[in-house]
C-alpha cells in the first residue's frame, strides 16, 4: 500500500519547497478518514505533525486575511468607477477543494482602464514605492503585496505578444462582469472566466518560465482550470487561439507534466502531451521549487546579483531555444529593453 511508504519528512520538505504544506496537510487529512488502517502502521512523528498542522493554520489564517483585501480593493475600484478583477490567486483558490489550503501569495488587480488613469488614481489613492513595471505597479494594502496591472500578462516575443494585448483586450469586459462570492460571506471580487484562464494563466507560466521558473503550485492551479468539463465544448476555439497566440508547444508540455504528476486525463487536456518538451518542464519544476528558489542548476541564477544573474538567465534560456525558439531568443532582447525602460519611467 502506497500509504505505508511515505516518507512524511520528505513530504512535508517537498511541500515547503513548492509552497504546498496547506494543500498537502488538506490531502494528509483526507488520507486519515480514507486509510485509517494503513496510517496506522506508517504514523507520522508528533513534532512534524504538529509543525505542519500550525503552518496548515497560518495558511488558513493569512488566506482570510488576502481575502478581505480582495473584497476591499475590488469594491474601491468599482466606486471609483473603474472596472476590474482579481487574477489568479484568490479566485483560483475557489477551484480548490478547501479554499483556506492554497498558499496565497500578492494581489494582482488588473485594472480594465488606461495607463495614465491607472497611475494617476494610484498615486493618489496608494503607497507606491520608486519602481514602476512595463506590466504593473506595485504597493500594498494592510500589509499584502498588491500588482495593479494594465494588462494580464506579457511575452518576450514581440509579435506574439501583440496578438496576446488584443486578445485581452478583446475579452476585458467579460472577465471584468464575472463576479463570485469569497468564502465566509466576506466580500465579492470579479474573476476571470475558465475559457480565459486557459489562455492567460499558460501565458502567466509560459513567460515565468523564462523569467525564473514556476513550481508545482502553479502547477496544480493550472490542473483545477483545464479540469472542467465545460472546456470541452470550446476545445477547438481554445486550440486555433493558443497556436495564434504562439503557445502550442508549450501547452502540450505543460498537459504532460498534468497527466505525469497529477493524473490529468487525456480526454481532459487542451493540447496532445509533448512528451519531450512536457519532460524538460517537470525537471525544471522540480529541481526549483516555487519560483525556483531553490534551484542549483545555472550557477545559482536565482540567488545572485542584478549583472551576474543577468548573463546566467541568458545561458539558463539558450538551453530552451530550440524547443521554444521565438520566446527563448526574444527574452534577454525584452529584458533589456525592461531594463532601460524601468530606468526611465522612474520616479
Known amino acids: 500500500m502506497v500509504v505505508a511508504k511515505i516518507d512524511w519528512r520528505q513530504l512535508y520538505n517537498f511541500a515547503s519547497r513548492q509552497a504546498l504544506l496547506g494543500f498537502c496537510f488538506e490531502g494528509i487529512e483526507r488520507l486519515t478518514k480514507e486509510f485509517s488502517e494503513e496510517l496506522k502502521q506508517n504514523l507520522m512523528g508528533r513534532d512534524l505533525l504538529m509543525t505542519w498542522m500550525g503552518a496548515a ?14 473584497g ?23 477551484m480548490y477543494p478547501n479554499a483556506y489550503s492554497r498558499n496565497p501569495g500578492d494581489i494582482d488587480v488588473w485594472v480594465n482602464a488606461s495607463r495614465e488613469q491607472i497611475t494617476e488614481y494610484a498615486k493618489k489613492h496608494f503607497e507606491l514605492g520608486d519602481d514602476i513595471r512595463y506590466q504593473h505597479i506595485e504597493t500594498s494594502v494592510d500589509g499584502v503585496p498588491v500588482e495593479l496591472h494594465f494588462f494580464p500578462g506579457i511575452m518576450n516575443n514581440p509579435i506574439y505578444n501583440a496578438r496576446l494585448q488584443k486578445w485581452f483586450k478583446r475579452n476585458a469586459d467579460l472577465q471584468c462582469s464575472n ?17 480565459f484562464n486557459v489562455v492567460y494563466q499558460l501565458t502567466h507560466l509560459y513567460h515565468h518560465f523564462f523569467d525564473e521558473g514556476i513550481g508545482m ?9 483545464v479540469n472542467n468539463d465545460e472546456l470541452l465544448a470550446i476545445k477547438d476555439t481554445l486550440q486555433r487561439e493558443l497556436k495564434y497566440l504562439g503557445l502550442w508547444k508549450f501547452a502540450g508540455a505543460v498537459m504532460y507534466v498534468l497527466h505525469e504528476a497529477l493524473g490529468l486525463s487525456e480526454e481532459k487536456m487542451i493540447v496532445p502531451l509533448d512528451e ?9 519544476i522540480l529541481e526549483g521549487g516555487n519560483f525556483e528558489r531553490h534551484f542549483t542548476k545555472y550557477g545559482h541564477f536565482t540567488q545572485q546579483g542584478m549583472a551576474k544573474k543577468y548573463f546566467l538567465k541568458i545561458w539558463r534560456n539558450m538551453h530552451f531555444v530550440r524547443y521554444y525558439p521565438a520566446e527563448a531568443l526574444s527574452e534577454p532582447i525584452f529584458r533589456t529593453w525592461h531594463f532601460f525602460w524601468r530606468m526611465k519611467n522612474k520616479k
Do not use: H
Open 57 to 70: 493554520q497560518q495558511i488558513r489564517q493569512q488566506n482570510m486575511k488576502v481575502n478581505a483585501v480582495a
Open 72 to 94: 476591499k480593493l475590488y469594491s474601491k475600484f468599482r466606486e471609483a468607477g473603474l472596472r476590474c478583477c482579481i487574477l489568479k490567486g484568490q479566485g483560483n483558490a475557489l
Open 179 to 195: 463576479v463570485v462570492s469569497l468564502p465566509d460571506g466576506i466580500g465579492e471580487i470579479a474573476i476571470p472566466t475558465t475559457a
Open 217 to 225: 503550485r502553479q502547477i496544480i492551479d493550472y490542473y483545477y482550470v
Open 276 to 284: 519531450k518538451r512536457g519532460k524538460l518542464l517537470l525537471a525544471e
